[in-house]
């Protein structure tokens, strides 16, 4: 039996004449119908919280923000932190003599297996976003001291192979990770990875300095149109194609730009925006990404992309910023569209794009940084058929629900920004 849509329900019930024997078939017709959905629709996921994956980190390392999350093809977890996020009382033990048994700073990328163990690591510029392949290479979108582009690195040896290329300037206003002075003294950090989201430490700046950052944002915009074939912004996102040879990259610039490079020579091949606009039918309004929650959505996409490719060749977009997934062929061809909490504001609420590990991959898991949940999506409606998480610090809960990731078995593992800095493991539930 085919699943009836909502929309289709909706209408029967409304346009039903109700008289005599007509409502009496109208009636029957609509509770076969709402029975048949009820049965056909899949119930949501269920997990455990793992409390013994991962082990203590080795050598008095403290992780950062988890920035990235990736699953290789030995189901053992590479985590991408962001270790500039630690304080000075985070790196006592660095100091000489040391003042306290904990901490010192790790490295950005730290390799963990099944059981929980550190089994590598290397040193990379911190980021947002990352993948790795089944060769053994990882491939980061590194932010920090405004690289902004996508490195591709050996995971054994930490050596960089290549890297995109990106336009030579960055958006005026700054924007990726702000940097530790070099060399950094030895436990020495920064003023931790809150202090930038509170309100009495954000620049309030007069009307002559916001007059002129529009001017020289319009000015970089018609240097770098929407159609310039490099990364412009920020890298949030990189998802890979292996059998196509692809790289999906969502660049920050203009609300976010789907751009998808070569694999193996790193030169681009195509992109699009919102709705599959060409990168030449993408505006530079502002005002085709304004979005207040609740309302209208914007016509570009508004802010914090990610992305991610089902096994049945689509790719589905998240756009945190306006509480939507989005969903295109690999042509960059729009087909449909998903509003998950749309009430919310502040970082949104479509955070992360992951599937589950059944062959159909019939579920959508959409992390939320805002509201520390995960939703579970059917693929196929959208519909919201369960969620997890709530907001807190105990094992299982979340405090800065950033990435996600899934194992060949259906295990599910998550990464924390803010107050969390953490990785956790969830087990699934027959």
């Known amino acids: 039996?085919?699943?009836?849509?909502?929309?289709?329900?909706?209408?029967?019930?409304?346009?039903?004449?109700?008289?005599?024997?007509?409502?009496?078939?109208?009636?029957?017709?609509?509770?076969?119908?709402?029975?048949?959905?009820?049965?056909?629709?899949?119930?949501?996921?269920?997990?455990?919280?793992?409390?013994?994956?991962?082990?203590?980190?080795?050598?008095?390392?403290?992780?950062?923000?988890?920035?990235?999350?990736?699953?290789?093809?030995?189901?053992?977890?590479?985590?991408?932190?962001?270790p500039n996020d630690l304080t000075d009382i985070e790196l006592e033990a660095e100091l000489n003599p040391p003042i306290a048994d904990c901490c010192v700073r790790p490295p950005s990328m730290i390799h963990i297996d099944k059981e929980g163990n550190v089994i590598g690591s290397f040193d990379a510029p911190q980021g947002h976003g990352m993948a790795v392949d089944s060769k053994g290479f990882a491939y980061l979108g590194n932010t920090d001291k405004g690289l902004n582009t996508v490195r591709k690195y050996d995971e054994k040896t930490g050596q960089l192979v290549a890297e995109i290329p990106r336009v030579p300037e960055r958006e005026p206003g700054g924007g990726g990770d702000a940097a530790i002075p070099s060399p950094r003294p030895m436990g020495r950090g920064s003023s931790g990875p809150i202090y930038g989201f509170l309100p009495e430490f954000r620049p309030k700046p007069d009307a002559a300095t916001i007059a002129a950052r529009k001017e020289?944002?319009?000015?970089?915009?018609?240097?770098?149109?929407?159609?310039?074939?490099?990364?412009?912004?920020?890298?949030?996102?990189?998802?890979?194609?292996?059998?196509?040879?692809?790289?999906?990259?969502?660049?920050?610039?203009?609300?976010?730009?789907?751009?998808?490079?070569?694999?193996?020579?790193?030169?681009?091949?195509?992109?699009?925006?919102?709705?599959?606009?060409?990168?030449?039918?993408?505006?530079?309004?502002?005002?085709?990404?304004?979005?207040?929650?609740?309302?209208?959505?914007?016509?570009?996409?508004?802010?914090?992309?990610?992305?991610?490719?089902?096994?049945?060749?689509?790719?589905?977009?998240?756009?945190?910023?306006?509480?939507?997934?989005?969903?295109?062929?690999?042509?960059?061809?729009?087909?449909?569209?998903?509003?998950?909490?749309?009430?919310?504001?502040?970082?949104?609420?479509?955070?992360?794009?992951?599937?589950?590990?059944?062959?159909?991959?019939?579920?959508?898991?959409?992390?939320?940084?805002?509201?520390?949940h995960i939703y579970f999506l059917n693929r196929e409606t959208g519909q919201v058929v369960g969620q997890m998480g709530t907001m807190g610090q105990n094992g299982g809960q979340f405090f800065g629900l950033h990435m996600e990731a899934v194992d060949s078995k259906g295990n599910l593992y998550t990464g924390e920004v803010f107050a969390g800095e953490r990785v956790q493991r969830f087990l699934p539930v027959k």
């Open 1 to 82: 039996m085919k699943i009836p849509a909502r929309s289709s329900i909706a209408r029967l019930n409304s346009n039903s004449p109700w008289k005599a024997a007509g409502g009496f078939v109208a009636l029957f017709v609509l509770i076969v119908a709402v029975t048949g959905f009820a049965a056909d629709v899949p119930s949501a996921p269920k997990f455990k919280f793992d409390c013994d994956w991962p082990k203590p980190l080795p050598n008095k390392w403290k992780m950062g923000g988890v920035t990235g999350l990736a699953v290789d093809k030995d189901d053992n977890v590479w985590v991408f932190d962001r």
């Open 216 to 372: 020289a944002m319009d000015a970089f915009k018609t240097k770098y149109p929407p159609t310039t074939p490099m990364i412009v912004g920020q890298v949030e996102e990189v998802r890979l194609d292996e059998p196509a040879r692809e790289m999906y990259v969502a660049d920050s610039y203009l609300g976010g730009r789907v751009m998808v490079f070569d694999l193996d020579t790193f030169k681009f091949k195509r992109g699009w925006g919102a709705y599959g606009h060409t990168l030449d039918q993408i505006t530079t309004n502002d005002a085709d990404r304004a979005y207040t929650p609740g309302g209208p959505m914007p016509k570009e996409f508004r802010g914090h992309l990610t992305l991610n490719i089902s096994n049945d060749g689509y790719l589905y977009a998240a756009d945190r910023m306006a509480n939507r997934i989005q969903v295109f062929t690999k042509q960059g061809k729009f087909i449909k569209e998903f509003i998950v909490k749309p009430e919310t504001g502040a970082g949104g609420a479509t955070g992360g794009v992951m599937f589950s590990a059944d062959k159909a991959q019939r579920f959508l898991y959409i992390s939320d940084l805002t509201n520390n």
